[in-house]
Nanobody, 121 residues
Framework: QVQLVESGGGLVQAGGSLRLSCAAS????????MAWYRQAPGKQRELVAA???????NYADSVKGRFTISRDNAKNTVYLQMNSLKPEETAVYYC???????????????WGQGTQVLVSS
């Protein structure tokens, strides 16, 4: 089984910073894309940032210049550095990963359980 475990969420004042981590573990052959999503109360889950195995990144327009996604392939971990946080970015942040478990399977998407980020005004 594959597990994604997020950490690093919490309470921060507007303008502050947080760094989220998401570690993938379990039986895995390779990990392709990794990404961070967020879901605010009453809203749909939205993509925040994504990164492929080669390090190419993609960001939502609303976070460009403030958030940075990175990954450590040796540790099967993806990070999200969030700076200049805004109250409207209060949400549960989820990571996902496109994982191939073995030579007999195709890539599948796995999700973490989410970590709460609360930005106070």
């Amino acid at each position: 089984q594959v597990q994604l475990v997020e950490s690093g969420g919490g309470l921060v004042q507007a303008g502050g910073s947080l760094r989220l981590s998401c570690a993938a573990s379990g039986s895995m052959l390779s990990i392709n894309d990794m990404a961070w999503y967020r879901q605010a109360p009453g809203k749909q889950r939205e993509l925040v940032a994504a990164i492929n195995r080669g390090g190419n990144t993609n960001y939502a327009d609303s976070v460009k210049g403030r958030f940075t996604i990175s990954r450590d392939n040796a540790k099967n971990t993806v990070y999200l550095q969030m700076n200049s946080l805004k109250p409207e970015e209060t949400a549960v942040y989820y990571c996902n990963a496109e994982v191939r478990r073995n030579y007999f399977s195709d890539y599948a998407i796995y999700w973490g359980q989410g970590t709460q980020v609360l930005v106070s005004s």
